[in-house]
């Protein structure tokens, strides 16, 4: 993905969370130079990957398949006695007629909210035992407090205020549907590590690379290795 587009894309983002009156902290508007010079009371930051992520999943169509989101807090499952929060809370957008490709969490626990804008539709399936799609078993989700049961391949639909709970090993794919308009969407889940929880049934990347054609506006937190020198 080129930067411009990725500066672009968080500047719509945060156009449409402040629609709704949703706001971010202060690191989120950290310079590059911020994040190199901050100091060691904010080691939580980085090494729990706080802050900005964008991704087109290896696409090269953002609009078709991708995601934004910004980590607001999440604990650390690898370093529990530093980082002993449980918890994990995140906005994503998701935009008219995006797709997040099929996955499932080895680790992490999830409620996925639709928090405004239009309807997102989730595909589930349980995983078989050698991470396949299991077609034939029933899913067991809980949505708003509600036990249902979906069939493999189907669909449960989230219009804004709804939400479901999605347990480890679950398959989902999120597709933003078409012509409802953007998606903001709340994670509330248990801590994760996005380099190594997720489990994609395509072999797709999680993070994209990046074509510096322009300066940074919006720091993503896999730019803190390099600003940081790993400090």
Not at 120 to 143: G, M, R, W
Not at 166 to 190: A, D, L, N, P
Request: net charge negative.
């Amino acid at each position: 993905m080129k930067r411009s587009q990725i500066n672009t894309i968080l500047d719509n983002l945060i156009a449409f969370a402040s629609e709704h009156k949703v706001y971010f902290p202060e690191f989120a508007n950290w310079t590059p130079e911020d994040v190199k010079n901050a100091g060691p009371e904010y080691r939580e930051i980085f090494d729990n990957m706080l802050g900005w992520d964008v991704t087109d999943f290896g696409s090269d169509d953002f609009a078709k398949r991708g995601l934004a989101t910004f980590t607001f807090r999440n604990g650390n499952f690898n370093d529990k006695k530093t980082y002993p929060k449980p918890y994990c809370e995140k906005i994503l957008i998701l935009e008219d007629g995006q797709e997040l490709p099929m996955h499932f969490h080895k680790i992490k626990e999830e409620d996925t909210i639709n928090r405004g804008g239009g309807v997102l539709d989730i595909t589930v399936y349980n995983a078989t035992a050698d991470e396949q799609l299991d077609k034939e078993s029933d899913v067991h989700l809980v949505k708003d407090g509600k036990k249902i049961t979906v069939p493999a391949g189907g669909v449960v639909s989230l219009e804004p205020g709804e939400s479901v709970t999605m347990t480890q090993r679950i398959y989902h794919r999120w597709m933003g549907r078409k012509g409802t308009g953007k998606i903001m969407v709340w994670e509330v889940s248990s801590s994760n590590d996005d380099n190594v929880d997720n489990r994609f049934f395509e072999p797709v990347p999680r993070f994209s690379n990046v074509d510096e054609d322009e300066p940074i506006r919006h720091v993503l937190f896999a730019d803190y290795p390099t600003l940081r020198g790993n400090k």
